[in-house]
């Protein structure tokens, strides 16, 4: 009697737990229901690349990586095409001279000596003064117009700053390129005697003239096709085409300016008569009113082919040995050297 009650019990029991698991659902359903779907993480956003389209990326640079640059961008280019500038010159001397292959290598001495400090002198203020010429003129657009004037200035500023070096040079350099002197020694000699220190400064105007627009011609035609060049291609220009865009950009600037070469070149050389003690040529306007006159107007325009095959060539090896070892500079610094600049600007 006892077992068939136990086994009631259990039966019993065994359909309450039935019954009660049939009425309830289980908990981890109902706290499921309970609870709202949680949102899912956004995806992060990709970040951008650091990239060297436009020239944003040289304000990554420090102002000694930018001298660096410049005086090493400048050796280069003005040892490699050395010949052609002595080409030039001979052939602007008054009568012209015939050059031989010995005559190609004279006055290179003077000609490395000066060309990196000219060139760190160039491209620290041409940066510098662009930077500076950004941020004075950042809410202003100037008719969509303000690149180009930017570009104008800071590079007729960095010729400026070169000419302080390049005059001395050229003082050095020509004579003896056009034979009044027979090495780099004598020429500095023969200047210490003719007026002092302030021989090596003779021309500064004429070179200035020269400079000033050369500059700012060919890195107002340089950064225009490349801002066209990366308009059509969406990319940053590689070095074969960094080098294209700075030759015709150098060159057209040479074709322009040639005239004020020829002239800065004959107030340059210029030798006073041994009986009156006069110069040929009192003034720039001078110079160029008595060429054209006595030699033609076609004078003003010797050695135009020379001077296009050097300074075609001597911007496009310029701005793209400059740019080369700016961008090997930063990227020396890690993949993330623009990020690495802004971190630092922060703080």
């Known amino acids: 009697m006892m077992q ?12 309450c737990l039935v019954l009660a698991t ?9 706290e499921e229901a309970a609870e709202p779907a949680k949102p899912k993480p956004k995806p992060k956003a990709k970040e951008t690349e650091c990239s060297f389209k436009g020239n944003a990326w040289k304000n ?31 052939k602007q001397v008054k009568g012209g001279l015939p050059t031989t292959w010995k005559d190609c290598t004279k006055g290179l001495i003077p000609q490395m000596a000066g060309a990196m400090p000219a060139g760190a002198l160039q491209f620290m203020a041409y940066e510098s003064s662009k930077s500076h010429l950004n941020k ?19 590079a007729s500023l960095g010729a400026c700053a070169a000419s302080l070096v390049r005059v001395p040079q050229e003082r050095v350099k020509q004579p003896v390129q056009a034979d009044m002197y027979v090495n780099w020694l004598a020429a500095i000699k023969g200047n210490m005697e003719k007026g002092g220190f302030g021989a090596f400064f003779v021309g500064m105007k004429a070179t200035i003239m020269r400079d000033v627009p050369w500059n700012a011609l060919s890195f107002l ?31 057209l600037a040479a074709i322009i300016m ?38 033609g107007p076609g004078a003003l325009m010797k050695g135009l082919v020379p001077r296009m095959l050097y300074l075609g060539p001597l911007a496009s090896i310029t701005m793209s040995v400059y740019e080369q070892v700016g961008k090997a500079i930063l990227v020396r610094k890690g993949p993330r050297w623009c990020k690495k600049d802004k971190k630092k600007s922060k703080k």
């Not at 068939?4 to 359909?15: E, F, I, P, Y």
């Not at 049939?22 to 109902?30: D, I, L, M």
């Not at 420090?62 to 050796?75: D, I, Q, V």
């Not at 008719?143 to 570009?151: T, Y």
């Open 258 to 295: 040639t005239p004020v070469d020829v002239v800065k070149t004959r107030l340059m050389l210029q030798v006073a008569d041994p009986k009156t003690g006069e110069l040929p040529y009192a003034s720039i306007g001078h110079c160029m009113a008595k060429v054209a006159a006595e030699e």
């Open 22 to 30: 049939a009425q309830e659902p289980p908990q981890s359903s109902t």
């Open 60 to 90: 990554s640079l420090t102002n000694s990586e930018k001298m660096w640059g410049g005086a090493f961008a400048r050796l280069c280019a003005q040892t490699v095409l050395h010949p052609l500038d002595t080409m030039r010159t001979r």
């Open 136 to 154: 004075m003129l950042a809410n202003v657009t100037l008719g969509g117009m303000k690149p180009h004037i930017v570009e104008v200035c800071s």
């Open 4 to 15: 068939r009650r136990s086994a009631l019990c259990l039966v019993a029991l065994a359909a």
């Open 221 to 251: 035609f340089f950064n225009a096709f490349k801002m066209i060049y990366e308009g059509l291609l969406d990319t940053a220009p590689n070095q074969r085409d960094t080098m294209v865009l700075g030759a015709v950009g150098g060159g």
